[in-house]
């Protein structure tokens, strides 16, 4: 009787503890599914029972400082298709109607039509004219439309490399609209709506709704009149000097906002050449803080006020000039071969005489101009907070010999941005304050909150009020008596420095026939506001350089900007009408001119017809000032420029040889040695420049020996 009861309890015990197990298999499949894959599962679900649909928030506008809106977002639409409403039997009429207005690949449109996914965006950015025909050809529920965005630049190719542009889907890619995209882009939405097997949307379903944020708006510096100005006399120069590119900016120099910039040539935002990288990288290049540039004889404005602040010179101070000096046996030249001669200060900057700025240099010291350069922000960024800007290159001042340095007083072996160097020619002018340039006024949030707002601000005071007074009337005096007479603007005080620099090879040789003409401006001479540099690369015009190929167009920018800003010309004695002279020869235009008191300015044969001319027909300009002549013979020539034309070489190694050994070897390079202290001897062990650095010919080598010669 025993044995079946035990039996029983057995299997009660075996099947207690199957169900047992099965129990604690199930709660754990339960936590998996519930814990584990909860989020997963109900994702799933979701994806199932709803339709997702992302709303775009509208990317924020950018202004100029009038209000003008820049880039803004302009409504488009998106073709949106959900694959499982399409009836399979309607799949290929869908995709082959679809391809077709779009101008989509069929095989493509159809692929996607007949996908497992939940929705697909077939195309972006379509204009309401093609979602009218989509409708008109009712294709069922498994395709319709949604309000989409599309980057709208208002005023074109206007602002191009500062603003840059964005993506297709609307993210900035270049300049403003990729530096600031965190500000511009907002936050997407979303809408969320019930739907059945089939993906179609249920008549009495929830639907819910996440508002898209919109992004901030951003307020510029900038003036779309002043850009508009300079970009019409920059292409103009471009075209007329056939030349690789012309760089313009405008700054305020009383607070450092930069009104205008540009390169040209350009580009249009709405339609950058996405197909051809190279040329799209060209275009969008912001070369105004990009590139750096020996700045040639505009430099020299810094030279002055340097010198002057430093009293290594005064208003007093008389120069001589006799076609050269000599430093440290190397001799360099004017660019008047036959000299200046007998000089006053005010005559020395008129006439940009290198030797005279080669004394300034020298009297002030390495150590004194450089604590100037660097106090005028050469060599380092000017934090403007554009996209790509340069530093700029300026030699350590160890490598300085008193031949680099005497270059660097009349603009070479020193490398500058053209932002660099308007930022600290507004110091020189506006009081002796450097100033802080930007191009962002204010970020606005949409409900008019300021998200950021920046102000003029002084970096340091530089120089002091007394040397900028000066070097504005030295300055002024170079355009109503000297060199930038084809800047004078009749009824306007204005200053300024014309500048012709070279540019170096491969080789690091001068490449000959490759300059850099520019003029650096500002006005009113007395007050000045502006500060403008027009900057021509490469102009193929022959002899025809510094104040004749930069300076009038110039004077054609700070003209209209300062009537459109307010400021009244006074009397305009000794101005006269340009005439029209296109159609003649060199020869009768020459002499149409001069019936006016006007200059012709040319390279051609007399005989030879005028094609252009600059200032253009019309306009108002001083008495004897320079018209440019071109003709379809006008081309490329050795020209005469207004800095010594320096052959670079490279620094040979000098290590390990003796002292005679080390004085040949830099000597057949065009080198001289300096020993310091000169009483050392035994092998060199130590060399400044290094080998292999280029260096301009007649350059200093400091080279240290393994006996000092100290006991």
């Not at 307020?219 to 000097?241: F, G, I, R, Y």
């Not at 102009?539 to 800003?565: C, D, H, N």
Request: charged share 20%.
């Amino acid at each position: 009787m025993d044995a079946p009861g035990i039996s029983n309890k057995k299997r009660l015990k075996i099947m207690l503890g199957i169900i047992c197990g099965l129990f604690f298999v199930l709660s754990i499949r339960l936590v998996k599914i519930m814990v584990i894959d909860g989020d997963e599962l109900a994702g799933r679900a979701e994806s199932q029972q709803t339709r997702n649909t992302m709303l775009s928030a509208t990317r924020g506008k950018i202004l100029d400082s009038t209000g003008v809106v820049l880039a803004r977002n302009a409504t488009a639409y998106k073709i949106v298709v959900w694959p499982k409403s399409i009836k399979t039997d309607e799949r290929e009429r869908v995709a082959r109607e679809l391809s077709n207005l779009l101008g989509m690949d069929y095989a493509k449109v159809l692929e996607r039509v007949s996908s497992n996914k939940q929705e697909i965006i077939l195309a972006r950015q379509v204009e309401r004219d093609v979602v009218d025909k989509i409708e008109a050809m009712k294709l069922g529920n498994g395709v319709g439309t949604a309000i989409d965005t599309k980057r709208y630049y208002s005023a074109g190719s206007l602002f191009s490399q500062l603003l840059g542009f964005t993506t297709v889907d609307g993210e900035g890619q270049a300049g403003l609209e990729q530096k600031y995209d965190k500000y511009l882009a907002g936050k997407d939405g979303r809408m969320v709506t019930e739907t059945d097997a089939r993906s179609n949307a249920l008549a009495y379903g929830v639907q819910e709704l996440i508002p898209a944020t919109d992004g901030d708006d951003i307020v510029l510096t900038t003036d779309a009149v002043m850009q508009s100005a300079l970009e019409k006399a920059c292409k103009e120069a471009l075209e007329v000097n056939k030349a690789i590119n012309v760089q313009g900016i405008i700054m305020d120099c009383t607070t450092g906002e930069i009104k205008a910039l540009t390169t040209q040539p350009d580009f249009d935002p709405n339609s950058p050449p996405r197909s051809d990288m190279a040329l799209l990288n060209s275009l969008m290049r912001n070369r105004v803080v990009t590139d750096s540039y020996e700045p040639g004889s505009t430099f020299k404005l810094i030279t002055l006020a340097a010198a002057l602040d430093s009293k290594s010179v005064t208003a007093d101070t008389g120069f001589s000039c006799d076609g050269g000096c000599i430093v440290n046996g190397e001799r360099i030249k004017c660019w008047k071969h036959g000299g200046h001669g007998s000089q006053t200060l005010y005559k020395a900057v008129q006439n940009s005489c290198n030797p005279s700025f080669v004394r300034m240099a020298l009297s002030m010291g390495t150590e004194t101009f450089y604590d100037y350069i660097y106090s005028f922000g050469f060599g380092s960024s000017t934090g403007s907070g554009i996209t790509g800007e340069s530093a700029g290159i300026v030699t350590h001042q160890k490598y300085i010999t008193d031949n680099t340095l005497a270059r660097i007083g009349f603009g070479q072996s020193i490398a500058v941005t053209p932002l660099q160097l308007v930022t600290a020619v507004s110091a020189a002018v506006n009081g002796g304050n450097l100033m802080q340039p930007y191009v962002v006024d204010s970020i606005v949030a949409p409900d008019g909150t300021v998200v950021l707002k920046n102000e003029p601000t002084v970096v340091r005071r530089v120089i002091s009020e007394e040397t900028s007074a000066l070097v504005r009337e030295i300055a002024e005096s170079v355009v109503s008596e000297g060199s930038g007479k084809n800047a004078a603007i009749p009824g306007y005080r204005v200053g300024g420095k014309t500048g012709t620099a070279q540019k170096y090879g491969s080789d690091g040789k001068v490449a000959q026939g490759q300059l850099i003409a520019s003029f650096i401006g500002f006005a009113p001479a007395d007050d000045p506001k502006y500060v403008c540099l027009i900057l021509v690369d490469e102009p193929q015009v022959g002899t025809i350089f510094g104040s004749t190929v930069a300076a009038p167009f110039v004077k054609q920018v700070m003209e209209e900007v300062l009537r459109y800003s307010g400021y009244l010309p006074e009397s305009a004695e000794g101005s006269v009408l340009v005439p029209d002279v296109t159609g003649m020869s060199v020869n009768e235009a020459k002499h149409e001119l001069g019936k006016v008191g006007l200059d012709a300015v040319f390279q051609d044969d007399e005989n030879e017809l005028v094609t252009a001319q600059v200032p253009s027909a019309g306009a108002t300009v001083q008495a004897g000032s320079g018209v440019l002549l071109y003709t379809v013979m006008t081309s490329a020539d050795e020209p005469d420029i207004t800095a010594e034309e320096d052959e670079m070489v490279t620094v040979p190694n000098v290590l390990d040889k003796t002292r005679l050994e080390a004085s040949d070897a830099l000597k057949a390079k065009g080198l001289t040695i300096k020993i310091d202290p000169p009483d050392q001897s035994g092998k060199a062990i130590r060399q400044s420049p290094a080998a292999g650095e280029t260096v301009p010919k007649g350059t200093e080598v400091l080279v240290e020996f393994s006996d000092t010669g100290i006991g």
